[in-house]
């Protein structure tokens, strides 16, 4: 599970994005929950604004409903005790895994790289607006 703040065009209805106060980006932020592969089992879109405790417990409930065999759950220290406990009353091991802290710069933390992948994947295939000249392309390094 994991959240990500996304900026958004100044056209976007102020009743549909707010601030994320970490991050400082005024937008939305889309939270998901994947399957060990990377597969979408829930997918939320907020305000910014919005805690990554209430995304959390949403996800869980959108993903329990859908998935009834749903388990196990990890995610980033982003997420408190709200989370653990909403996902044991749902009968989910919610999970906060967290950095190793004798590690020195970037480094893989368990399971989490799943989700991070899916979150990068998302962000890559989003077409850009049309360029001058009338044509659209896609952002650099998609695929296909």
Known sequence: MD???VKT??????????TDANKRIVGRKRGI???TLGLLLAVIV????????????????QATTAHPTLTKSWVD?????????H???LGV???????DPRAKGFSVVKRRWVV??????ARRSVVSPVQPGGTREEVPGSAG
């Open 3 to 5: 959240t990500q703040s």
């Open 9 to 18: 065009s100044t056209n976007v209805p102020l009743s549909t994005q707010g």
């Open 33 to 35: 929950i994947t399957d």
């Open 46 to 61: 907020t305000a910014a604004s919005t805690s990554d405790n209430a995304i959390g417990m949403d996800l869980l409930d």
């Open 77 to 85: 220290a982003g997420f408190k005790n709200r989370v653990v406990e």
């Open 87 to 89: 996902g044991a009353q």
């Open 93 to 99: 091991d919610v999970e906060i895994v967290t950095k």
């Open 116 to 121: 991070e992948r899916t979150m990068c994947a």
